[in-house]
């Protein structure tokens, strides 16, 4: 096997990794976890219920 024929495997590996992420990304059965998960950034009411070390036991 020469350098060619590795690049092309490889190439073509990285190309179907690429379309499996996109597939898993945009599938309707994950929509709606998607859309939630979206939405954690904007919910400012359950930040602000949390004590502070409830806030900050996902850093240690």
Known sequence: MNW????S???????????????WAYS???KKRFEEDAQLALDD????AL???QRT????
Request: aromatic share 10%; net charge positive; charged share 20%.
């Open 4 to 7: 060619g024929v590795l690049h």
């Open 57 to 60: 036991k996902d850093t240690q």
């Open 9 to 23: 495997i490889a190439t073509v590996a990285a190309f179907i990794a690429f379309i499996g992420i996109a597939w």
């Open 28 to 30: 309707p059965k994950n």
């Open 45 to 48: 009411k359950d930040l602000t």
């Open 51 to 53: 004590s502070s070390k």
